[in-house]
């Protein structure tokens, strides 16, 4: 079965860290940029990183730069994020994604999303 | 930075076809997408390129851009439809999304 499957959510405090991993099955994960998408609570969604197939390029937004890095392991089929250095509003569900590009073009979707995995930051 | 906006509410009654807009600048520039999200489940890209349908999506869901705005439309809307509806594009290597529509089928 085609998956993708998070953990490594938790409650941490503020300034804490923590890391999340995301387990890919079913596909050849080394052909994909890969995603992490976060919810919080009532509101929208976001990315914030992606990452290339080989891992050699790497893209993060703004709010998270220097904070958080992406990055993975094709021999375990593993994505992670490591957050460091957490705040209150970095409280969501954060998911993991598969990107696929619009051929002949720079747009991208994503066409496989995993479950989810809740990090709260909080005292 | 680029943004795109969404009605934060779109209601229908079942059988009926509902649309939902999406808006940002010179957006039919670029290929949108649209996802749907169900309170405690992954989202799912119900149309990508526009208008495309991925496998094992209904075929009253379907979408256009052009201009400014892009939209989805659901036809013959079904209980089931009901949900946080999101529209995506790309920029400067990352993604954006629309703030999201709760679709309600009354």
């Known amino acids: 079965e085609v998956q993708l499957v998070e953990s490594g959510g938790g409650l941490v405090q503020p300034g804490g860290s923590l890391r999340l991993s995301c387990v890919a099955s079913?596909?050849?994960?080394?052909?994909?940029?890969m995603s992490w998408v976060r919810q919080a609570p009532g509101k929208g969604l976001e990315e914030m990183a992606n990452?290339?197939?080989?891992?050699?390029?790497?893209y993060s937004v703004d709010s998270v730069k220097g904070r958080f890095t992406i990055s993975r392991d094709n021999t375990k089929n593993s994505l992670y994020l490591q957050m460091n250095s957490l705040r209150a509003e970095d409280t969501a569900v954060y998911y993991c994604?598969?990107?696929?590009?619009?051929?002949?073009?720079?747009?991208?979707?994503?066409?496989?999303w995993g479950r989810g995995t809740l990090v709260t930051v909080s005292s | 930075s680029y943004e795109l906006t969404q009605p934060p509410s779109v209601s229908v009654s079942p059988g009926q076809t509902a649309s939902i807009p999406c808006s940002g600048d010179?957006?039919?520039?670029?290929?949108a997408s649209w996802y749907q999200h169900k309170p405690g489940q992954s989202p799912v890209v119900v149309i990508y390129?526009?208008?495309k349908w991925p496998s094992g999506i209904p075929e009253r869901f379907s979408g256009s851009n052009s201009g400014n705005t892009a939209t989805l439309t659901i036809s013959g809307t079904q209980a089931m439809d009901e949900a946080d509806y999101y529209c995506?594009?790309?920029?400067?290597?990352?993604?954006?999304f629309g703030g999201g529509t709760k679709l309600t089928v009354l």
């Open positions: 390129e526009d208008s």
């Open positions: 010179k957006l039919g520039d670029r290929y």
């Open positions: 995506q594009a790309w920029d400067s290597s990352t993604a954006v």
């Open positions: 079913g596909f050849t994960f080394s052909n994909y940029w």
């Open positions: 990452i290339k197939e080989d891992g050699s390029e790497k």
């Open positions: 994604a598969r990107d696929i590009e619009v051929a002949g073009s720079n747009d991208w979707y994503f066409d496989l």
